[in-house]
């Protein structure tokens, strides 16, 4: 899998965890079918809004570009993403980018202007067949200023001749400069995964021109299938427009999980088929950390529940039940990863664990069977942690000290201890069984 990256001039905002975390989904998922998977995202760290901003900051792009990316780490690891197998820069790969427009050039398919090398389009006959895009439509619509030193608006740029005070390679046809954008790609994936790997991702938004450019400049440079899959994740929209930088419309990754637990974030973004659009609202996120409330209540109930049934005789076969819900979970998921099917069969399995466990109808082994492929489906889903696993020590000690302060009615030590745990993130919840725990969303 190929997933194309940030471009690393600002943080990230939510639209490109939309992006991390759905691919990671997928990932996740080939990986519990028992796939090796190995996936690629790229870091644009070259291009002409890094030149801009790092001139802004008065450092170099290399500075911009490195201060830019643990930022991202951070983000996504927040998010639970699984970090890439590789994560080249393009800034890396400017030889093999060169070698892959000389190639070009030799082919004929791509001319030499003063400003640039750029690939004639119309050289392509299936150009857009990605888009389902005529090149004809695309010239009798386009709102493009024609560019005199071009054969064609609809060309794109391969190599950009170098300008005072931009970064500068060696490159082909002895002319200085830089990359253009979608010459990074299809240098990167290619040396990585070959000349033909299996899946393409990223948003949307990517599609056109972006896409139909790998595609173009990789199939006429080796003549065969660049990939053979595409995948695009809808936007993030805010009002029904996209959410960009260039809008101003919005949050960064940070700003959100300031206000909610990246867990929370995580749910709101997969719980949505990778394909649709999201319209992003604070209702929503509440609406996702009520349901991942939901779920995580449950994981915490069913190994509290193991502890008080140990010996309890079974008193149906949960084995059969338990892999009727493996195989549906599986069927959802196998329908071009149908999220809400899977998740709507989840939340139904919760429902029957809870009266499973009201009824005393299920025993320790069997609780530990629940265990197991509620974690088995949360290694694809990835939001709902181990806060159900055995109580820490220092948080178990804290608690006894509680219990003894009120058996001595000792209130106010008592209301001491649980507004520490609070401040700690640790909610307490007391019944005739006893007092539990569990992390706050």
């Known amino acids: 899998m190929y997933v194309c990256g940030p471009t690393v001039y600002d943080v990230g905002h939510l639209g490109h965890a939309r992006a991390a975390v759905s691919f990671d989904l997928i990932r996740r998922y080939f990986l ?46 927040a998010l639970n993403v699984l970090p890439p197998d590789f ?61 005199e030193k071009k054969n064609s608006h609809h060309d794109f740029a391969l190599w950009k001749a170098a300008k005072p005070g931009e970064p500068k390679w060696s490159g082909p046809a002895g002319m200085e400069g830089r990359p253009g954008w979608h010459i990074e790609c299809s240098a990167m994936s290619m040396d990585l995964l070959g000349e033909t790997f299996d899946i393409h991702g990223g948003g949307i938004d990517l599609q056109f021109p972006h896409h139909e450019g790998e595609i173009a400049q990789s199939e006429t440079a080796t003549g065969k299938t660049f990939a053979r899959y595409w995948m695009h994740n809808g936007h993030i929209k805010i009002n029904n427009e996209k959410m960009s930088k260039s809008l101003g419309n919005f949050f960064t990754i940070k700003e959100i999980l300031a206000k909610y637990h990246p867990s929370v ?16 609202s604070n209702d929503l996120l509440e609406q996702a950390k009520a349901g991942l409330e939901r779920l995580r209540d449950c994981f915490r109930n069913v190994y509290r529940f193991m502890q008080q049934h140990a010996d309890k005789p079974p008193t149906f076969n949960i084995l059969t039940e338990l892999e009727d819900v493996r195989e549906r979970f599986k069927e959802a998921m196998d329908d071009d990863f149908e999220i809400s099917q899977a998740l709507a069969l989840v939340f139904e399995f ?34 709902m942690e181990d806060n159900a696993q055995a109580i820490s020590g220092d948080i178990e000690k804290l608690i006894g000290e509680r219990n003894e302060a009120r058996s001595k009615k000792d209130f106010k030590r008592a209301d001491e201890i649980r507004k520490e745990l609070e401040e700690k993130g640790i909610i307490l919840e007391d019944s005739a069984e006893g007092t539990v725990w569990k992390k706050a969303l």
């Open 32 to 77: 519990y079918k028992g796939f090796h998977v190995t996936f690629v995202s790229n870091i644009t760290d070259v291009d002409d809004k890094i030149i801009k901003r790092a001139a802004e900051k008065g450092i170099t792009e290399t500075e911009l570009a490195q201060s830019i990316i643990p930022e991202y780490e951070k983000d996504y690891g």
């Open 87 to 147: 994560k080249p820069l393009a800034t890396q790969y400017i030889p093999k980018m060169v070698a892959l427009v000389e190639k070009l050039l030799k082919k004929g398919v791509a001319y030499k202007t003063e400003d640039g090398i750029y690939f004639e389009v119309s050289r392509v006959k299936d150009y857009g067949k990605l888009s389902n895009q005529k090149l004809s439509e695309l010239q009798s619509g386009a709102r493009i200023a024609v560019d």
């Open 265 to 280: 974030v995580r749910y709101f973004l997969i719980s949505t088929h990778y394909r649709m659009p999201i319209d992003f």
């Open 350 to 383: 919760v429902n029957r664990i809870n009266v499973w466990m009201k009824n005393g109808e299920i025993n320790f082994d069997q609780a530990k069977y629940i265990v197991a492929l509620l974690r088995e489906i949360d290694s694809v889903l990835g939001v």
